[in-house]
Every structure is written in structure tokens, then in C-alpha cells.
């Protein structure tokens, strides 16, 4: 399940127990039956703009309601149960691990690019840093006016205000986190 589904199946049960609302009377006040309330809820399902609209109308809620992050001290991502953001079957995955939404602040992902591929990235905006720590691999970055090559022994930073090339030139997958910090 992605994070945005998961803060809609999250809010959507807390949102209805707060109001002290049975299913049945979700179904009711919102028009969307009871079993795609119980799918969405259980992160099962994907509704359409049209189903959340019908859901935040009858619920009397705004839409940010559904979608956003609950603030939370802790939170623990496990990627293997994830499903990728970004995904070339053969070349890369991606994965969002903590969306800027989250505190418009970081932003984290893991990419992993299987051997002899290549990811391009545009630029993330002005005043953004990424920083790269290589997890498994060697990764080459390549940016407009040079080339780096990051081991498991080193971390790399660079301003990505310009679009710029994760290339795995070896044979065998690279995986690496990059955090995105606004500045």
C-alpha cells in the first residue's frame, strides 16, 4: 500500500469513529456502500476523486482531512511491503519512504537500478539539497558538469536544482537512499 492510501484508509476509520458513525451510516450519509468504505479502510482500494468527494461532502470534511500525515513520534517503513512510486521492470525501482508532505522539509526515497541502467531525475527546485547514501553497490552520478562514483563507504551532497543521471555501471543492483532537504 502507498502512503497516500494508507492516510486515507488511516483518517477515513478515525474520522468515523470520532464522529461515533457506524459503516452502515457512512454508506448512508456519503452515497459510497458500505463494502468500498470497508476496502478503503482496510487500504485495499483505491477510490477515485469522485468517491472522496462523495466522502468528504456527506462527512462535512475537508479533503486534506483524508490525505494527510498523521503527526506521529515514530514511524517505521518497511520497503519490502511497499508498493514502488516509480517503477521500469528490468532498470529501477523507486520507493517513497517519507513524502515532503510529511513536514515540508525532507523528503527521503529508496532507488535501487539493476545492472547496466540508469535513472534520470529532473531538478527537485531551487534551494534543495540531496543527499545519497549508497546502501548495497557503487552508484555514478552524474551531474551537468561532472561525475561522482559513490561506494557503500561514502555519502554524497549536491545542490539538484538541475536534472541529473543515477547510472549503475556495474554488474550487479545498486541501492541507495536519497533525502531531499528544502532549504
Known sequence: MDYLS??????????????GMSLDVVAEQTGVSKSILAQ????????TIGTLGKITSG??????????????????????????????????????????EDNNLVEIYRIDIEP???????????KTREYISVREGEL????????YRVTTEDVFRFESDREHRYVNDTDRRVSFMTFFVAY
Open 6 to 19: 494508507h492516510n486515507i484508509a488511516v483518517n477515513l476509520n478515525r474520522i468515523r469513529k470520532a464522529k
Open 40 to 47: 478503503i479502510e482496510r487500504g485495499d482500494s483505491n477510490p
Open 59 to 100: 462527512l462535512r470534511i475537508e479533503f486534506d482531512d483524508l490525505i494527510k500525515s498523521q503527526p506521529r513520534d515514530t514511524f517505521l517503513v518497511k520497503v519490502e511491503n511497499t508498493v514502488p512510486t516509480k517503477e521500469m521492470p528490468g532498470q529501477y525501482k523507486v520507493w517513497t519512504c517519507f513524502p515532503i
Open 116 to 126: 547496466s541502467q540508469s535513472y534520470v531525475s529532473g531538478s527537485h527546485g531551487e
Open 140 to 147: 555514478l552520478i552524474e551531474l551537468k558538469d561532472a561525475a
